[in-house]
């Protein structure tokens, strides 16, 4: 670490997740990363039921020393259905790739993520960083609640969506991320509030790859860290083994959490991004570059957003080793 990082004040983090493998190798790097104040942990659907995606940041909070609240989120999306089953072939049934996570004694807060979030940005104008690796539920059900925190969040890093920019467009259809898919309405409104926003979707998530001799060395350097991620992500392995033919995974959340602390080792493009709610293309970010006019333009008025196009997936193979490695 240079002399220059150590200087930066670490940013204050609520991380906002559907805690799977992914999930949780990311929540891994914001407990160990020296630039991260983790603040709170808000659960919702996706790669396992909310009550187990709870159940499970509970357990790594307790495993870990993680010692931050969880606020459980929602169970469906804002149009009150679930559009996509959790996927028990890649997170195992646990979501966690079958290792059983008991919880002994913590437990869940009683506020709800979405008032949570309100509560907290409110509390903390321009301080707080929300980091979503899961469904936009939370925060578009806090947007609705109180639009000013749109004023009041420092940035937004969504891991979700794919812009098609070098060749990835889609992973539960040819069109559509998983995050995005699984609320296309709330990924909407985040996409469409005014507020600092930053989208590290399939165009770079998809262009980080740890095959098996990386996963080695996570186990080798990073102690119960690094034994635990190598368990976790067996069934996740196996599952891009055999659907992708790939040996090892993409990596989706830990992307978005490392773009949050180093942006330098992304590119962007600026533009406005709409969401298709709908149809065969449902779930589909659709990214009209920069401000333009369109004949058909739903894209007006829009914010522009950060739009991740390119990544030094190097460098951030790099970090997320060298960070978990501050565990052993
Ligand atoms: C995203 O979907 C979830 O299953 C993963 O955890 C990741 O956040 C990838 O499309
Ligand atoms: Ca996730």
Known sequence: MSKNEFARPPLDVIFDTDLGVDDAMAL???HASPHIRLRAICTGVGNAPVEMTTRNCLYMCERFGIDVPVF????????????LPPPHMIHGDDGLGNINPEVRARAKESQSAPDYLVSALNSAPGEITVITVGRLTNLALALQSDPTIATKVRNVVVMGGATGKNGHTGNVSPVAEANVFGDPLAADQV?????????????????VFM???????????????GQFIHDISRIYNNFHREWKNLDGCYVHDSSA????????????????????DEGVGAGQTILSPGVQSWFVDEWRDR???DV?????????????????????
């Open 191 to 207: 996409f469409g509030a005014d507020m600092s926003t930053a989208m590290v979707g399939l165009d770079v998530t998809q262009q």
């Open 72 to 83: 459980e989120g929602e169970g469906v999306g804002l149009d009150g259905t679930n559009h």
């Open 211 to 225: 095959d098996e001799t990386y996963f080695d060395g996570l186990r080798e350097h990073g102690g119960d860290a």
């Open 257 to 276: 959490t490392i773009y949050a602390v180093h942006p330098e080792m992304f590119t962007t493009q600026r533009g406005q991004v709409r969401v298709q």
């Open 308 to 328: 991740c196009v390119d990544v030094n997936k190097n460098a951030v193979l790099d970090d997320y080793l060298s960070v978990i490695a501050r565990l052993a």
């Open 28 to 30: 891994l790097y914001l």
């Open 303 to 305: 914010p522009l957003i």
